[in-house]
């Protein structure tokens, strides 16, 4: 798969590669943010139509995402995020992004950087460039997506647009998932209080009850498969349900750092996640999952993605595709500290690896996959009331990691 990164300039306007003007182009374009099963299907009939007419497919990949863009500058007085700015909102980094991309088959992926002044382009010359430029003779989009100044360019516009003009055609795919749900306007991550994974507070009610919550929290309908929806499952500890509109485990990105070292003193020591992590922390609370080591990196790449990982053995098996995982039990707090990168308070994740091997993990980039809520933070009468807890923790992910 092709990478290609593109910053438009002072005005807006992006350096569109050219590609093979005897082959045309099937085309899609988003932030694409946590890959979930809606874009999945997005992307899949991308390249589906690409191979059916012979032509490349193409992945347009906003960085970063427009939502956070605009919120920032809302925020800011109009101005834009810059490089050092961490959205902690992004459910997943570029770079996993691009993973989902490339095992789709994906032959080439545009990563634009996403500014104010190309966001007041409208659509009908942004798609003109498209077909100019690409050769896109395939517009594919979700059911309920916009583009261009003010996301004029909504599906029907662009239905009629391509109908009019004759030259590309419009394929709506159905991304909605198993209907919508509705999230409150103003929500905010609240950990349960409960052990064990939270079920859905409305499996069991009434459309009346339904209609009188979603009135007394101001709650707006949203697509099941959306990213919205992820970040507030997430945000309530449902694990499992928020990994089921992904397809895949949710999880973060961060280099090992040394920590407190509580846990060792204990027998349980933990890898430690630094402050600069990629991907949406979900509540405080503790997790099952998987710590999964991809070795250690050198730098980054000057297009500000991460670099590759480099030669030890936990690099080499990564790069193989069997990078080294336990099953592990996964902590994670807030401390009163005030971030200015992310704008929150910082977190902490710690993740035990269920191992009788003894781990040196330290400068090593790991992935932290969730697969399910343990329990609320909570205090404890005394370490040994703590590590019995910890004891069950670690024989409960087991048992959802077998």
Known sequence: MDITYLTPDENGDVEWP????????????GAFDGMHRGHQAVVERVVE???KHDAFSIVILFDPRPAFVHGWAAAHDGEEPG???????ALSGVDDRLAAMKAAGVEHVLVVRYTLAFASKSYIFFLGRLVGKLGMRTLVLGSDAAMGAGRKGDVKAIANLAAGAGVFELDVVDDRGPGEVRIPRDWKPQM?????????????ATKAERRAWSKKHQAKAMRAWSSTNVRYLLGHGRIKDANAILGHP????????????????IGFPTANLGENVTGYL???????GWLVDEGVQQGGNADGTAADVVSTDAAADAVAGTPRRWPAAISIGTKPTFSEKTGLNERVVEA??????WLELYGHRVRVE????????VRFDGVDALKAELARNVEETKRLTA
Not at 250 to 265: I, K
Not at 370 to 377: A, E
């Open 250 to 265: 949710h999880s973060v990105v961060g280099e090992v750092v040394h920590g407190e070292e509580r846990g060792r003193t």
């Open 49 to 51: 139509l690409a191979h």
């Open 192 to 204: 349960p209080a409960e052990w064990g994974e939270p079920a859905d507070p409305f499996a069991n």
């Open 282 to 288: 979900p509540v405080d609370g503790v997790y099952a």
């Open 352 to 357: 035990y690896a269920i191992t009788e091997d």
């Open 370 to 377: 969730f697969t399910g809520f343990l329990r609320p933070q």
């Open 18 to 29: 050219d590609f093979d003007k005897d082959k045309r182009a099937v085309v899609t374009l």
């Open 83 to 89: 490089a050092d700015v961490i959205d902690a909102n």
